[in-house]
């Protein structure tokens, strides 16, 4: 019943911008601390950065400056900008939700980004 549904990944060249976006659905999404992740071929999966429920934002070392994390509560999405992209960014990112009350998590399927020339 609980969706988490990636789009907007690609293949860009160093230097490009893409933006991921994540549509929630089964959950009152306004109580959902939300977060971007992501796994490189041979890599554990690590956080990208995060947004809580009240606007609070966190980043990577990796990627600050560069990526933005943004929420639509009304529309229910999640969304990560990302610019100036390096091949290192190279990745499947994952969307994840995690409720603030019962800490219960949910994962989206992911959306490849390749970042090469």
């Known amino acids: 019943q609980v969706q988490l549904v990636e789009s907007g990944g690609g293949l860009v060249q160093p230097g490009g911008s893409l933006r991921l976006s994540c549509a929630a659905s089964?959950?009152?999404?306004?109580?959902?601390?939300m977060g971007w992740y992501r796994q490189a071929p041979g890599k554990q999966r690590d956080l990208v950065a995060r947004?809580?429920?009240?606007?609070?934002?966190d980043y990577a070392d990796s990627v600050k400056g560069r990526f933005t994390i943004s929420r639509d509560n009304l529309q229910g999405t999640v969304y990560l900008q990302m610019n100036t992209l390096k091949p290192e960014d190279t990745a499947v990112y994952y969307c994840?939700?995690?409720?603030?009350?019962?800490?219960?998590?949910?994962w989206g399927q992911g959306t490849q980004v390749t970042v090469s020339s």
């Open positions: 994840n939700a995690r409720n603030t009350i019962s800490m219960r998590e949910y």
């Open positions: 089964g959950i009152i999404f306004s109580i959902y601390n």
């Open positions: 947004i809580t429920r009240s606007g609070n934002t």
